[in-house]
């Protein structure tokens, strides 16, 4: 039976690699970090992680994970509501709901898993689901899970907002759903006006503060804060992997009747495993570092401005970022792919990205700024953008 099969999926496999699509992955042989090593032994800087407050190899961590490890050992052996809850991961949920100024809040293994399990144990076929046409994989997955009906609004169009909104209002509970920040062009989500018209028009609200969390607003608290929206957004979503030091899991937070809800219904957290106690304490410990003090963000925001304000003063074209991704834009596909692997020949790592991960006509490089960058490390950046930018016409 296997050979027919084999032999399908190896013409669509070509047929991914033909159209330039295959994915093949950097094998990293060290810490994750500004600069990397390769397997190789090539040392890069890295601009394509999501690694935004520098965090992921951050010694306070490594050791309040060690520390755990040794105290709590290694992994929990079972779901949550079973046997699967130290009072680590309580601690961490409460870290949580603090940094977000919420009731409650519940772990996942992944964002993935807690948007995959948001909707379906809260909404049914009465209800309506309003989301933004950019938002992630997963509140995607999450949607297609849950029998309310689905309503799509253009990146953070209002006026489209407004209309759906209109559409949906002879739904018993209507919830607009947004990222926080857009990864592709690092746009954030204009969550007051978002607010204002869930309250016009009856609505709950949910941001999934991946991209946005540790990174925007003035301590960088996420587009809550941002916007001053505190107590007018009822679930927010968020991920461990990313600002928040890079290893795994995943959390929703908001009120308390939604929270305890999920612990009773929602499926991911109901049928899969605890995260192991080491991340529960690297969880802890990183939202202590950042309760401490504001360097980091601080670092991240200079980082940004920094780096955005060069590249223009070189003659790039940059989407106008308000986070800490920054989108150089080079609109042809072929050239963006170009682009990539000559800055990787320069040691510097940034990913270009073409139809169908943006609009047709809008490549891209990526560039993802990081507090563990160094001054040194942005210039060496910009230079190496300076000098394939002329070889390739790109700037003058
Ligand atoms: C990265 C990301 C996720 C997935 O997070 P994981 O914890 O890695 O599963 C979900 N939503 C958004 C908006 C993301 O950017």
Do not use: W
Request: glycine share 8%; charged share 25%.
């Amino acid at each position: 039976m296997y050979g027919k099969f084999k032999d399908y999926l190896k013409n669509e496999l070509k047929a991914i690699d033909e159209a330039g699509l295959y994915k093949r992955e950097r094998i990293i042989a060290s810490p994750q970090g500004a600069e990397i090593t390769l397997s190789d032994g090539s040392k890069a800087l890295n601009f394509c992680a999501n690694n935004y407050l520098g965090l992921a190899d951050n010694p306070r961590l490594a050791a309040a994970a060690e520390k755990a490890m040794k105290e709590r050992g290694y992994g929990m052996s079972s779901v949550r509501f079973i046997c699967g809850t130290q009072d680590l991961h309580k601690q961490l949920e409460k870290a949580i709901a603090e940094y977000f100024h919420t009731d409650d809040a519940i772990l996942y293994a992944a964002c993935f898993d807690a948007n995959g399990g948001v909707f379906e144990p809260l909404l049914g076929p009465e209800d309506a689901i309003i989301s933004d046409s950019l938002n992630h994989a997963s509140i995607i997955d999450g949607v297609r899970l849950c029998k309310a009906q689905r309503f799509r609004y253009a990146n953070a169009d209002m006026a489209d907002l407004e209309e759906k909104l209109k559409e949906a209002s002879s739904c018993r509970f209507r919830i607009i759903v947004t990222d926080g920040v857009f990864s592709m062009d690092g746009n954030v989500a204009p969550m007051d006006k978002i607010c204002d018209l869930a309250e016009k028009y009856d609505a709950m609200v949910m941001v999934d503060e991946s991209h946005s969390a540790g990174v925007v607003g003035p301590s960088g608290h996420g587009v809550a804060e941002q916007f001053n929206c505190y107590g007018r957004i009822d679930i927010f979503t968020g991920t461990l992997g990313k600002a928040f030091g890079g290893a795994v899991g995943g959390f929703t937070t908001g009120r308390q009747e939604i929270i305890d809800m999920l612990r009773q219904r929602s499926r991911p957290y109901l049928f899969s495993n605890s995260i192991p106690p080491a991340i529960a304490a690297a969880g802890i410990e990183t939202f202590k570092i950042l309760k401490e003090s504001d360097e980091l963000h601080n670092r991240l925001t200079e980082n940004v401005n920094y780096f955005r304000d060069k590249m223009l003063a070189a003659g790039f074209d940059i989407k106008p970022t308000q986070s800490a991704i920054c989108a150089v834009m080079l609109y042809d596909a072929k050239l963006s792919q170009v682009f990539a692997s000559k800055m990787a020949e320069e040691g510097i790592f940034v990913t270009g990205f073409y139809y169908p991960v943006v609009p047709k006509g809008q490549a891209r490089i990526r560039v993802q700024l990081s507090a563990a960058h160094k001054k040194a490390d942005l210039d060496k950046a910009i230079s190496a953008f300076i000098k394939v930018g002329r070889t390739l016409g790109v700037i003058k």
